[in-house]
């Protein structure tokens, strides 16, 4: 047993994962016109969220009901919260100025690197959890600000001059300037680790928000990890898919401000107050909806 879990879950799991991100690395490599490439991307992302819908029911059927529906919550919010990260992937490689193909391949190796960092990320959370209480406080504190921020369009979700793709975070946005891409448009002599780099970076910064909201639904390290991972791996497909879309989600970071706000006042207030996880799915759907509906209509009256 790992984490109250039999380790053949595990094994099958990740036995899983790598044959997805094998799958994922031959798809990329054979795809070539612009069309294709996004019409694959939808496919691939509708195959993978059909697959953790099919991985949720199993869990839900192994463990219980209770687990299924936290893994549910967990995948929704890390797929919401990770389309805030698909904002600053375009302004790394914008700013790299690398053509689509090695953007695809930079992704799925930078996804890679994601899973081991994420699995370290929640080992600790869950760690601090588990030994001190008042660390559930912290959180729910780091969760308000990123609200806060992301409301306030500080983050990559937002901007203050009206577009809606943000700028790289500064330690991101120095790199890019230091290895001066105008003078290689191709990078020419520099390899693509610099932008795996980057993107690596990025998603240790948006895990510091999103871990905790997993954690506000969910204490079990294997759902919170499982659910993790599963949303990670459609990262790649889901830029290049929504790659041409970005500018129409305007109002994205108002929804996702709101879904970290209701995950720390969850989090907060466990100790008086126990939100049902049905519940809870039903607020974060709300919200996202809400957010999609007025980001289309605001595009289209436009």
């Not at 190796?109 to 760690?127: D, K, Q």
């Not at 500080?154 to 793709?165: L, P």
């Not at 919170?224 to 970071?253: C, E, K, M, Q």
């Amino acid at each position: 047993m790992i984490a109250g879990v039999s380790w053949i879950w595990w094994l099958g799991f990740h036995a899983v994962v790598a044959a997805l991100l094998v799958a994922d690395s031959l798809l990329t490599r054979r795809q070539r016109e612009a069309r294709r490439t996004q019409a694959a991307a939808w496919l691939w992302t509708a195959l993978l969220v059909a697959a953790a819908t099919g991985f949720a029911v199993w869990v839900a059927i192994a463990k219980g009901r209770q687990p299924g529906l936290e893994f549910v919550a967990g995948y929704a919010i890390e797929m919401s919260l990770s389309v805030d990260n698909l904002f600053v992937f375009l302004a790394i490689f914008q700013g790299f100025r690398i053509t689509p193909q090695r953007q695809h391949t930079a992704l799925l190796w930078g996804m890679a690197g994601a899973v081991v960092l994420r699995a370290l990320f929640i080992a600790a959370g869950i760690t601090l959890l588990r030994h001190f209480s008042w660390i559930t406080w912290v959180f729910g504190l780091i969760l308000l600000y990123a609200a806060w921020r992301l409301v306030r369009g500080d983050a990559a979700g937002g901007s203050s001059t009206g577009s809606a793709i943000p700028e790289a975070p500064t330690a991101i946005q120095n790199l890019i300037r230091k290895l001066q891409p105008a003078e290689h448009p191709r990078l020419g002599i520099w390899s693509l680790l610099p932008v795996i780099l980057a993107v690596e970076v990025t998603d240790v910064i948006f895990a510091v928000d999103s871990i905790p909201a997993v954690l506000a639904v969910s204490h079990n390290p294997f759902v919170v990890y499982t659910s993790n991972i599963a949303a990670i791996l459609g990262l790649r497909s889901l830029y290049v898919a929504l790659a041409s879309l970005l500018d129409r989600f305007r109002y994205l970071h108002y929804g996702l401000g709101a879904l970290l706000a209701f995950v720390a006042l969850k989090m907060l207030t466990a100790r008086w107050i126990d939100v049902p996880i049905t519940l809870s799915l039903a607020v974060m759907g709300a919200i996202l909806a809400v957010c999609a509906a007025a980001s289309w209509m605001a595009s289209n009256r436009e």
